[in-house]
């Protein structure tokens, strides 16, 4: 199996601060068709998670484009530029490249 | 819009049958471009990915090694929906259940219901 990372259990951000969540994956999640498999959700409290992210750097419908992600193969880091009180909540990065899909053990954003 | 929306009993005791249900609108559970799938949450364990079904000519079913002997996932199109049975359960089975959707194209869980916590206790 895959094993998610995240190096992080909580990031503590002023509002207007920008904010990085970092991630790794036991092995590269590059496809030889140059996709990576890399899925970033939020998990707002009392909620299901929220797609914000997938494959590698593309934003979901609806996601501002504070949000963006750098990195590639096996390590790569969540960036929001401006951190707002809306974006409190779970992060967690997840690898569809192969069942079992498997999930970091999350990185909680707190507004400080 | 999909929605999905589970249902079934929040308290299960020890040794008995776990069953969920997710019942699907805006799409169908025989729909060839999507897998169903049952993942669930709990403090010890995180978010984990329990198994699927989806049909391609066939109906295909894939179950995570933890619980392979133990999971029944069932897809009924007469009602558009699919089911979880997670039998011999243990206090360590106590966890929010969640139903989401899969894209075969997309590579990502899109859709997900709203969450069921299931406790196993006497």
């Known amino acids: 199996d895959i094993v998610m990372s995240q190096s992080s259990l909580s990031v503590p951000v002023t509002p207007g601060e920008p904010a990085s969540i970092s991630c790794r994956s036991s092995q590269s999640l590059l496809k030889s068709n140059g996709n990576t498999h890399l899925n970033w959700y939020l998990q707002k409290p009392g909620q299901s998670p929220q797609l914000l992210i997938y494959?590698?750097?593309n934003r979901a419908s609806g996601v501002p484009d504070r949000f963006s992600v750098s990195g590639s193969g096996t390590d790569f880091t969540l960036k929001i530029s401006r951190v707002e009180a809306e974006d409190v909540g779970v992060y967690y990065c997840m690898q569809g490249l192969q069942t079992p899909h498997t999930f970091g053990q999350g990185t909680k954003l707190e507004i400080k | 819009q999909v929605h999905l929306r589970q249902s079934g009993p929040g308290l299960v005791k020890p040794s008995q049958t776990l069953s969920l249900t997710c019942a699907i609108s805006?799409?169908?559970?025989?729909?060839?471009?999507?897998?169903w799938n049952w993942i669930r949450q709990s403090p010890s364990r995180g978010l984990e990915w329990l198994g699927r079904t989806y049909y391609m000519s066939k109906w295909n079913y894939h179950y995570a090694v933890s619980v392979q002997s133990r999971i029944t996932i069932s897809p009924d199109t007469s009602k558009n929906q699919f089911s979880l049975q997670l039998n011999s359960v243990t206090p360590e089975d106590t966890a929010v259940y969640y139903c989401a959707r899969w894209g075969h194209t997309q590579y990502y869980f899109d859709y997900w219901g709203q969450g069921t916590l299931v406790t196993v206790s006497s």
């Open positions: 805006g799409d169908s559970v025989s729909s060839d471009s999507v897998a």
């Open positions: 494959l590698g750097s």
